[in-house]
């Protein structure tokens, strides 16, 4: 594909199971290409990023729904390929990032980013967008995403797009839908966290340790949960601070389990200005 | 970049050290691109896909003359980064290709080409080329590079262009003027080792083992050589074969060591139509 100036083509890459998150990054697309751009959405459940004792087979494909609100939200192209379509039995070639995934999310899902990387360079090819857009909500891939366009030279403007939450404050995600009732009433402790987090260090603690400290006890504190990780890490290269003042992008970043559902969050730290 | 339909870019990416198979490579894009398309040709000397002990520091960079070559033989741009251009020193995000790259040249120069993939796909981002020409004679990276862009479904056709050669036979090569004049003497037997390999096969010698170990014997009474590794494969897969017939694209490879020199060539075993 290719596109005239000022008509740029937007790509937003899901693996479908479509929730306002993705119709506000689908919005937004559709606001930056203009009435001459165009709106790409891919659907897959990529394989390969999945590792083995994953969500693979239970993460849900409600494609006819996913399919209208794409039309409803004014998409111009949806692709949603086959998984044969995408990788050959014989597949040798992929991409692998080594520094941002190897902790957080990484740690515990060895392979995964390698997989995004590779799925979303494989999209990229395909559909040759000028700009892509990616939820901040999965934050960790999208600081790996734009370290790959920047490593590799590829020729996408990446967009990062605010959390979209319920109204009890959870961070939109199609796996919320897999929780227990429990667990679901529990889950939107997990943004209230982060939530004290930001507001402790905007009214004056600056000490990471402490920081951290209360947002882990408070995650610890939410009935049913079991806390993944809890850090508050520079937000573009991801290294763990030891300080943080108002010239350095922090952010807190959590993920937490809920029995099989594992759920992930963050917020940036941010001094009042 | 982009280009009109029917006015393709053609892009030739090289290490520089330019002679007259680069020549022909460019003159093959000149003839592809046409009148109305555009030829491409980066010179880059790529840092990742030399080992520790390879010839890295020691590669030749006569970049008056190469410039000179392009501008000659009607090159449209001339793309010559530098190093810090292409590499971040925090570059994190590299591809690599599992099973092509594991034998011939791939086993005595690990990491090689996950580097030439790498730097590949870089270029292929930043030049945006239709079509990109490389060399039959290093033949391995030709599959790796035809395995990268089918599995990552890179929109760029690959054409292979044969084996330019000096008027002994020696295939020409950037590390040529590396030799000693002894070396220099003795190299073409290489190819007419490789050309006595396929004249057998022509001739009905169907055993591989038969034909490999003649090509070894020929290889190993060259005068100063030493043998790297010599073998005939599946010319796509790259495969050892154990048996050959006309419905395999079978194909004798071979590296040889003159000292610090290391040289590789090619050819195809074919039945006479």
Same mark, same amino acid.
């Given at each position: 594909?290719?596109?005239?100036?000022?008509?740029?083509?937007?790509?937003?890459?899901?693996?479908?199971?479509?929730?306002?998150?993705?119709?506000?990054?689908?919005?937004?697309?559709?606001?930056?290409?203009?009435?001459?751009?165009?709106?790409?959405?891919?659907?897959?459940?990529?394989?390969?990023?999945?590792?083995?004792?994953?969500?693979?087979?239970?993460?849900?494909?409600?494609?006819?729904?996913?399919?209208?609100? $794409?039309?409803?939200?004014?998409?111009?192209?949806?692709?949603?390929?086959?998984?044969?379509?995408?990788?050959?039995?014989?597949?040798?070639?992929?991409?692998?990032?080594?520094?941002?995934?190897?902790?957080? $999310?990484?740690?515990?899902?060895?392979?995964?980013?390698?997989?995004?990387?590779?799925?979303? $360079?494989?999209?990229?090819?395909?559909?040759?967008?000028?700009?892509?857009?990616?939820?901040?909500?999965?934050?960790?891939? @999208?600081?790996?995403?734009?370290?790959? /366009?920047?490593?590799?030279?590829?020729?996408?403007?990446?967009?990062?797009?605010?959390?979209?939450?319920?109204?009890?404050?959870?961070?939109?995600?199609?796996?919320?839908?897999?929780?227990?009732?429990?667990?679901?009433?529990?889950?939107?402790?997990?943004?209230?966290?982060? @939530?004290?987090?930001?507001?402790?260090?905007?009214?004056?603690?600056?000490?990471?340790?402490?920081?951290?400290?209360?947002?882990?006890?408070? @995650?610890?504190?939410?009935?049913?949960?079991?806390?993944?990780?809890?850090?508050?890490?520079?937000?573009?290269?991801?290294?763990?601070?030891?300080?943080?003042?108002?010239?350095?992008?922090?952010?807190?970043?959590?993920?937490?389990?809920?029995?099989?559902?594992?759920?992930?969050?963050?917020?940036?730290? /941010?001094?009042?200005?």
């Amino acid at each position: 594909m290719a596109s005239l100036q000022n008509a740029p083509l937007v790509f937003v890459p899901t693996m479908g199971a479509l929730h306002e998150g993705h119709a506000s990054l689908i919005r937004r697309a559709r606001r930056v290409a203009g009435i001459d751009g165009s709106v790409v959405v891919s659907i897959f459940v990529n394989p390969t990023q999945f590792g083995p004792r994953e969500d693979f087979s239970r993460y849900p494909r409600p494609f006819a729904r996913d399919r209208t609100l $794409c039309l409803r939200e004014g998409v111009d192209l949806l692709f949603h390929p086959k998984a044969e379509a995408m990788y050959s039995t014989d597949a040798s070639v992929t991409l692998s990032e080594r520094t941002l995934s190897l902790g957080l $999310c990484g740690a515990s899902r060895p392979g995964h980013f390698d997989g995004v990387c590779t799925v979303v $360079c494989m999209l990229f090819q395909i559909i040759n967008p000028e700009i892509a857009i990616f939820g901040e909500k999965d934050w960790q891939q @999208l600081a790996v995403i734009r370290r790959m /366009v920047r490593d590799l030279k590829m020729p996408v403007k990446i967009i990062g797009h605010p959390t979209v939450r319920e109204e009890d404050g959870l961070a939109m995600s199609s796996r919320n839908s897999l929780l227990e009732p429990e667990a679901r009433r529990a889950a939107p402790r997990i943004y209230h966290a982060l @939530l004290a987090t930001a507001m402790e260090y905007e009214s004056g603690e600056h000490s990471v340790a402490k920081l951290r400290r209360r947002l882990l006890h408070d @995650l610890a504190s939410i009935p049913g949960a079991s806390v993944d990780y809890a850090e508050i890490v520079h937000g573009e290269t991801l290294q763990s601070l030891k300080k943080i003042n108002g010239s350095i992008p922090a952010r807190a970043l959590v993920a937490v389990r809920f029995g099989p559902v594992r759920l992930i969050d963050n917020i940036a730290l /941010v001094l009042p200005s």
